[in-house]
């Protein structure tokens, strides 16, 4: 099945930092998307960006998908980005959902 | 209304019940899925239900049953779980293949613990 790894696997950053959250997959992918999953367990929708590049305020995110990876940008983090970070992706021409998440990158914002 | 509506919140449960897990969204959505999630560990995908038929079971054991009884309903009946069937169940919603234009939208899940 296809791979999907992220780095770094923890980050910790000063409240106000910048920082680029990276997802790497092993072939051709349909659908990816960027979730943030609170310490509830809530997983929160970010991005849908199989290809290209989206901003929602302080995110934003970038797909290149020839080369296979998609970059997470976080700026002026704040402690409610604590949390973890998955990206999920959906294998090209599988013929059906199967969304496959990656390892996380799980980050802490200290105040 | 774009939520994925999951009951119960909180479940524990002994090794010889039987309980259900609820989920509902109300976006139109033709598939739905059930995944599971350890601790510290990414979701895993269980089921697949598209247009309220079964599409992909990813080899799970029978104790956990699956049942869509329309478009916008889908349960996980279990009976005779195993402790290590503790986990965090999400269940899923997409407007079909592909997660249409907009991807899958995930509930709050429930935090299953078996005693």
């Known amino acids: 099945g296809i791979q999907v790894e992220q780095s770094p696997p923890d980050l910790i950053l000063q409240e106000g930092a910048n920082s680029t959250l990276r997802c790497n997959f092993s072939?051709?992918?349909?659908?990816l998307q960027w979730f943030h999953q609170n310490p509830w367990g809530q997983l929160i929708n970010l991005f849908y960006?199989?290809?290209g590049t989206k901003q929602n305020g302080r995110l934003s995110a970038t797909t290149v998908a020839t080369e296979r990876y998609s970059l997470l940008y976080i700026s002026s983090s704040q402690t409610t980005d604590s949390g973890v970070y998955f990206c999920?992706?959906?294998?090209?021409?599988?013929?059906?959902?199967?969304?496959?998440f990656g390892t996380g990158t799980r980050l802490l914002v200290s105040p | 209304d774009t939520e994925v509506t999951q009951t119960p919140k909180h479940l524990v449960m002994g090794m010889t019940n039987k309980k259900s897990l609820k989920c509902e969204q109300h976006?139109?959505?033709?598939?739905m899925y059930w995944y599971k999630q350890k601790a510290k560990k990414p979701p895993e995908l269980m089921f697949v239900?598209?247009?309220?038929?079964?599409?992909i079971n990813e080899s799970v054991p029978s104790r956990f049953s699956p049942e869509c009884p329309n478009s916008s309903l889908l349960n996980l009946h279990l009976h005779a779980l195993q402790p290590e069937d503790s986990a965090l169940y999400l269940c899923?919603?997409?407007?079909?293949?592909?997660?249409?234009?907009?991807?899958?939208?995930f509930g709050s899940g429930t935090r299953l613990t078996v005693v």
């Open positions: 239900y598209s247009y309220e038929k079964l599409s």
């Open positions: 976006m139109g959505h033709r598939a």
């Open positions: 072939d051709s992918v349909n659908n």
């Open positions: 960006i199989p290809s």
């Open positions: 999920a992706v959906e294998r090209l021409n599988t013929g059906f959902q199967k969304l496959v």
């Open positions: 899923a919603s997409s407007q079909d293949k592909g997660g249409g234009n907009y991807g899958y939208t």
